[in-house]
Nanobody
Framework: QVQLVESGGGSVQAGGSLRLSCAAS?????MGWFRQAPGKERERVAD???????SYADFVKGRFTISKDNAENTVYLQMNNLKPEDTAMYYC????????????????WGQGTQVTVST
């Protein structure tokens, strides 16, 4: 079973930037990020397939960029112009199948890394 290890969370003021990293212990077809704020439902943030194609939630378009180093099995989430509403636990996700990636039914989850954005 592939395992995921996230890093890069922290606290930042509104307008600031953070970069999240997630290293997978093996190869995957797609990787991505979800987030969950206290009292709110989990949200899909962004994901990337092994061919480099990406998708983003509307609320992060133009601010977040997902990228992947296939050789290192590592995915990154560059978050710019952060807003207080971006405060959440961010989870790295991955899967080896097209269907799981297409329907956001990821089978592999990391432990999460906290992102806190203050005003």
């Amino acid at each position: 079973q592939v395992q995921l290890v996230e890093s890069g969370g922290g606290s930042v003021q509104a307008g600031g930037s953070l970069r999240l990293s997630c290293a997978a212990s093996g190869s995957t077809y797609c990787m991505g990020w979800f987030r969950q704020a206290p009292g709110k439902e989990r949200e899909r943030v962004a994901d990337i397939v092994s061919d480099g194609s990406t998708s983003y939630a509307d609320f992060v378009k133009g601010r977040f960029t997902i990228s992947k180093d296939n050789a290192e099995n590592t995915v990154y989430l560059q978050m710019n112009n952060l807003k207080p509403e971006d405060t959440a636990m961010y989870y790295c996700v991955a899967d080896a199948t097209w269907a799981a990636c297409e329907y956001a039914d990821f089978g592999i989850w990391g432990q999460g890394t906290q992102v806190t954005v203050s005003t």
